[in-house]
């Protein structure tokens, strides 16, 4: 089993229980994630041997953050440690027709202010045939931005196969400098993710005749948009997660896969909604099981679709769900009956 390593930044989350808001909460829930990590937790989960790059507080917090990855089989043993302070993000829940709001408290982190010396990427990769990164990392600092494109040259010359997801955050940076940076950090991706606002916001390429918010998707149009990015980017592969939002609580999700060669189209899912965050990643760690598993391109989207979509069945960052039930939802009807 080839080792895939991801790099990024593992956050303290801070969300009022259920559905209260943030101005009637009286205690707030712990736990910890962030796109890279929810990828490393998810390909642990598949049984995959995988390692996540970062740096937490040498303290109490950085501990709880870094055993949170420990319990499920994440290797960290290449986890740098030190800097003031751990992120932070607040996430309360929306739901009906109320959005999930997300607050960030990660400027100056110990990630953020890390340094090529806390790094060494020949020893990181040793081993690896896969690296990921999202486009959350280089948004976060000019020191994670020249990280991200160190990372990604050093997995290229390396020979590693390299994923990202492009991850636009608004919070963090403008659609000006996200196009500059993930252009370059491109030049090294093998396999893009993304979404249709995404590729929007980052590439300025939009798709003609859909409109997410009133629900209208023309799967053709997003077959050209995609092959659109891959020429003009270089990517060999591209993947794009299609989601129809009825409200925060019902959204209907699909993907659609260019694998260098034939686009394929996954089965959508009607999903009712427990939490929308992490399901972007669960996804990405999908389908980069399967691709690294040699499974076919078809094979690989439908497993990574429906990976998608169980995560919205699971509360947290991280998608807490086997191989074995992923597959088990590609191959019946999805209707959820009870196992016994």
Partial sequence: MSKIVCFGELMLRLSPEGYERFVQAKKLNVEFGGAEANVAVSLANYGADCAFVTKLPQNQLGQAALNSLRRYGVDVSHVARGGERLGIYFLEKGAAQRSSLCIYDRA????????????????????????????????????????????????????????????????????????????????????????????????????????????????????????????????????LTLRKSISASKNNWSAIFFDGEKIFQSRAYDIDIVERVGSGDAFAAGLIFTLNENFSAHDALEFATAAGCLKHSVEGDFNMVSAEEVQRLVHSSGSGRVIR
């Fill in 108 to 239: 100056h982190s110990s990630f953020a202010e890390s340094s090529p010396n806390d790094y060494d990427w020949e020893k990181i990769f040793a081993g690896a045939k896969w690296f990921h990164i999202t486009g959350v990392t280089p948004a976060l600092s000019k020191n994670c931005e020249l990280l991200a494109l160190e990372s990604c040259k050093e997995a290229k010359r390396l020979g590693l196969k390299i994923s990202c997801d492009l991850n636009y955050r608004s919070k963090l940076w403008s659609m000006q400098k996200a196009k500059k940076v993930m252009t370059e950090i491109s030049k090294y991706v093998d396999l893009c993710i993304t979404n249709e606002d995404d590729l929007k916001n980052v590439f300025g390429i939009t798709t003609n005749h859909t409109d997410t918010d009133s629900g209208i998707i023309d799967v053709e149009a997003y077959k050209k948009t995609i092959l659109l990015a891959a020429k003009k980017y270089g990517f060999s592969q591209i993947a």
